[in-house]
């Protein structure tokens, strides 16, 4: 019985590792890469650092989304 509890164990850790590995989350990562407002970090690090504080971002600021209005008829 422990035998197969092992085997079943061991081979959730490999299908686990599978998933890990398969490159869904840095695709996810690149994309987001893209909306992060660097130039607002640059800002409010400059600020910060010239006051004599420290910036500790817990979420990075992410450019605002333009949507396009729809037209009316």
């Known amino acids: 019985m422990k035998v197969v509890m092992l085997v079943v164990i061991a081979a959730s850790f490999l299908g686990l590792g599978g ?13 987001m890469d893209a909306n992060i407002d660097q130039e607002k970090i640059v ?9 004599g504080a420290t910036t500790i971002w817990v979420t990075l600021p992410t450019k605002p989304r333009v949507t396009l209005a729809k037209e009316t008829l």
């Open 19 to 31: 998933c890990a590995a398969s490159g869904s989350s840095l695709a996810r990562a690149d994309s």
């Open 43 to 51: 800002t409010v690090n400059q600020w910060s650092r010239d006051h």
